[in-house]
């Protein structure tokens, strides 16, 4: 076995080791550290992945896919399916973002057990449990494996919100379960569509089409591209996200905005476009309506939310609008905008999320018409949600400026009538989520504190500035230097564009 089939195996075996760990591991914050120790380990083994011979834009011909390592082991014979695994440019960005958040999330726990649920130890083990479906799904190179690994997911989300939430956490734990299984049923049917015409589920080989006919792509792309929407979410199939992320506790929160909603938006890349390109072709204009319906409805919705975790959640349906509008213009500036849009969302709403969750713990209250004057009594922290709403509205030389301001340039660049309106109206929806976040601000930062606001405490706990850091860092670094992802997936990304004309 090479290096890379073994980091392969090891990215996904540690976190679900570690989850049978923690769960004998005596003594409850003992449990805790081994979790955060393994959580640790798994971004070791994902951050190398990155080693081999690729080069940064050297890219060959056809296959669109070219794995840098690659495992492919016979996993049901009689079926022909395959214990197939890969990562490439496209994948091994959020495959990093991934394994990076749930160690923040997991030494968050070491502080502080969010109250209403069981032991610190079973949230851990949920978190490194969904690491393992949310990796797999990223890695996944046969679509029956991808399915499974889309579906491991859905259970300890689940568990993580009902169990450890807010007053109302188990309807929006039930919401979020029916939606999920609604996109599965259709992601099943895609998937078995695609497979029965086709006689493999090997995604290389799919990939471009495989001489499914115009019919079947359409119908495939149909049934995956809503599955897809659902996880993304894409607007009107979004209304379970702002009660999720309103009532899950902080970590919750900080996984299902920084990595969880990415399934749906890579799935749509390598799965729905990649494997039905006539599909996205025919669907494009379609696609790139509803993007901007989420830009505009995400935005318009900010304007008017009075509660802290909610406005964020909202903000996340207007930001994957941009990545949408990305990958439906099928061009490789597009495509790289998604891509890139899709890590700097996960950095910063995941810093987001920390910092709402960190003013809601202190003053035990998110409205924001009782939270005023936090500069006054937190200026630390007032400080580092200023640099986290900028930076998530778009402020040039950081993170969040690129994907949106390409996925612009993109939709202009495709001509048109239909695409530069579609352009225009997306960059109404950027002004907008300026207005929106610099109300915020106002609003939270600025005034005479409130009495929830008066009472906080001006010091930050040391594990909060360690699970910070990384995601301040790396919105500056992205920011300044967007060939950190761009440069990887540029080669895949041509290569996928290549077998969409």
């Known amino acids: 076995m090479s290096l890379g089939e073994f980091l392969l195996v090891a990215v996904l075996a540690l976190p679900a080791v570690g989850a049978a760990l923690v769960a004998v591991v005596p003594g409850d914050r003992a449990a805790r550290w081994v979790g955060t120790a393994v959580a640790g380990l798994a971004l070791v083994g994902a951050v190398l992945l990155v080693l081999g011979d690729h080069g940064w834009f050297g890219y060959g011909p056809a296959p669109a896919v070219q794995p840098w390592h690659r495992v492919d082991l016979p996993w049901v014979p009689g079926l022909d399916l395959r214990f197939h695994l890969g990562v490439d440019g496209i994948s091994w960005p959020l495959v990093v973002l991934t394994a990076l958040l749930t160690l923040l999330c997991c030494g968050y726990t070491v502080r502080k057990v969010p109250d209403g649920g069981g032991s610190g130890r079973a949230l851990v083990a949920l978190l490194l449990v969904v690491e393992v479906g949310i990796l797999g799904t990223f890695l996944a190179l046969d679509l029956v494996l991808f399915f499974a690994f889309f579906e491991v997911v859905l259970l300890p989300m689940y568990a993580i919100i009902a169990g450890w939430g807010g007053a109302d956490r188990r309807r929006a734990a039930r919401k979020f379960a029916l939606y999920t299984l609604f996109g599965s049923v259709l992601l099943l049917v895609g998937v078995y569509v695609v497979v029965a015409a086709a006689g493999t589920a090997d995604i290389v080989a799919l990939t471009g089409g495989a001489g499914l006919s115009r019919g079947t792509q359409l119908a495939a792309f149909t049934l995956l591209g809503l599955a897809f929407a659902v996880k993304a979410p894409l607007w009107p199939l979004h209304s379970w996200l702002p009660d999720a992320h309103t009532q899950a506790p902080t970590v919750g929160s900080v996984v299902l905005a920084g990595v969880l909603l990415k399934m749906g938006t890579y799935g749509l890349i390598r799965v729905a476009v990649g494997v039905a390109p006539e599909g996205a072709r025919w669907a494009a204009p379609v696609l790139g309506v509803l993007a901007v319906a989420a830009i505009l409805v995400g935005s318009l919705v900010c304007l008017a939310q009075r509660e802290l975790k909610r406005l964020i959640a909202y903000s996340s349906v207007g930001h994957m609008g941009f990545v949408l509008l990305g990958v439906a213009t099928l061009t490789a500036t597009g495509i790289q905008a998604a891509l890139i849009g899709n890590v700097a969302h996960g950095v910063i709403t995941g810093l987001l999320f920390f910092l709402a969750g960190a003013v809601k713990d202190r003053a035990h209250t998110g409205v924001l018409a009782e939270l005023s004057g936090l500069r006054e009594t937190a200026p630390r922290l007032a400080g580092?949600?200023?640099?986290?709403?900028?930076?998530?509205?778009?402020?040039?030389?950081?993170?969040?400026?690129?994907?949106?301001?390409?996925?612009?340039?993109?939709?202009?660049?495709?001509?048109?009538?239909?695409?530069?309106?579609?352009?225009?109206?997306?960059?109404?929806?950027?002004?907008?989520?300026?207005?929106?976040?610099?109300?915020?601000?106002?609003?939270?930062?600025?005034?005479?504190?409130?009495?929830?606001?008066?009472?906080?405490?001006?010091?930050?706990?040391?594990?909060?500035?360690t699970s910070w850091a990384p995601l301040v860092l790396l919105a500056l670094a992205v920011g300044f230097a967007p060939t950190l992802v761009l440069g990887w997936a540029a080669g895949p990304v041509d290569a996928l564009v290549g077998v969409l004309r």
């Open 384 to 465: 580092l949600l200023g640099f986290a709403a900028v930076a998530s509205l778009g402020l040039p030389g950081l993170a969040g400026f690129w994907g949106e301001a390409f996925a612009v340039v993109a939709a202009v660049g495709r001509g048109g009538p239909l695409w530069t309106t579609l352009a225009v109206l997306a960059a109404v929806g950027g002004a907008l989520t300026a207005a929106y976040f610099l109300r915020l601000l106002r609003q939270l930062t600025h005034g005479r504190p409130s009495p929830a606001v008066d009472r906080l405490t001006p010091g930050l706990a040391g594990v909060e500035l």
